[in-house]
């Protein structure tokens, strides 16, 4: 089959024009292959059988029709009568095919066709979407406010749009219509309608992303971002740690001059961020996560992950933090319980059984505000 076109350029086929759509619409032939048979079918809808050369771009259609011996059902049943007129070697059981000439199919039944090739390219679209963004779930991607709907933000993200919640937004972030934004994909889930992209400027794995795309050595491992916690739009800690011995691994997130950490800050709206030293000894990186407040010792129980921290008198306060977010966000980052008391009252707690205690020289942490 081909689709002539003026005189002079070159002739068509179906063949080709399907492959251009394939190519067009960035789908695999095998599923346009499938929709144009689905559609030949559906056009003349008591069609059972096809043949078909995707090679050549050519189909037949046939009408099948079971041989019985009396006739209860035209339009699926033929009577061994009348079927051995047409081949007397047909018995009953048996199935007659009865080609179909395409150009009886008519405009209803063209329409149909189109309506289901349409339907069929649609889905197969929907499924590259979904299997593309579903391999990038904790990617960070970047895209264009499209419209905004009872303070849901839709994002244009490419070839789909995402969604990002109100509660998924920064503290007093607002945003209008052709607003550029870079947030996380935080979850792809399919549906009826198509991959639905939820994003999120303020899950924690966005903070990590943002130290991955801005520190060379993470992103070159000399680096590793062991954990995070954080409180979107006030406060944060990142832990991070050195595979190799010449290089500092909070001073390269930091940056010189603070440059690398504040261009993460300046992206999360001066977000604060604190960055510590990860250490394999429970009690050391606890030491660390409570910066910038100095700590005297710390004491852990290690079946129980549960720890208590002595701080100079001075320090409670900076340790606990305002309405205790420093030692909230210390205990996410670590995952251990702390309880943090001060010298003084540490004159009056009894003996710490089943824990053992470790001196810390200095806390190694680095903080950006």
Known sequence: MAVRKKKGEKEITLLDALKDICTEREIPEENLFEAVEAALILSYRK????????????????????????????????????????NPELKIGDVYQKEVPVSGFGRIAA?????????????????????????????????????????????DIGKTEGILFSVEQMPGERYKQGDRVRAYIAEVRKIGKGPQIFLS?????????????????????????????????????????SQDESIDAVGSCVGQHGIRVQAIMDELGDEKIDIVEWNEEPAIF????????????????????????????????????????????????????????????????????????????????????
């Open 286 to 369: 606890i030491a660390n996560a409570l910066s910038p407040s100095r700590v005297f010792k710390v004491s852990v129980n290690d079946e129980e992950k549960v720890s208590r921290v002595i701080v100079p008198d001075n320090q409670l306060s900076l340790a606990i933090g305002k309405e205790g977010q420093n030692a909230r966000l210390a205990a996410r980052l670590t995952g251990w319980k702390i309880d943090i008391k001060s010298k003084s009252q540490a004159k009056d707690l009894p003996p710490e059984e089943g824990m053992r205690q470790v001196k810390i020289a200095k806390a190694k942490g680095g903080k950006k505000r």
């Open 201 to 241: 400027r303020t899950h924690p794995g966005f903070l990590r992303r943002l130290f991955e795309m801005e520190v060379p050595e993470i992103q070159e491992g000399l680096i590793v971002v062991k954990s995070v916690s954080r409180e979107a739009g006030n406060r944060s800690k990142i832990a991070v740690c």
């Open 47 to 86: 069609v059972a059988g096809d043949e078909k050369n995707r090679e050549k771009g050519n189909f037949r259609v046939f009408e099948n029709y079971t041989v019985v011996e009396e006739v209860e059902n035209p339009d699926a049943e033929i009577s061994l009568a009348d079927a051995q007129k047409i």
């Open 111 to 155: 329409q149909a066709a189109k309506q289901c090739v349409m339907q069929k390219i649609r889905e197969a679209e929907r499924g590259i979407i979904y299997d593309e963004f579903n391999g990038r779930e904790n990617d960070v991607v970047s895209g264009t406010v499209t419209r905004v709907e009872d303070g849901n933000v839709i994002v």
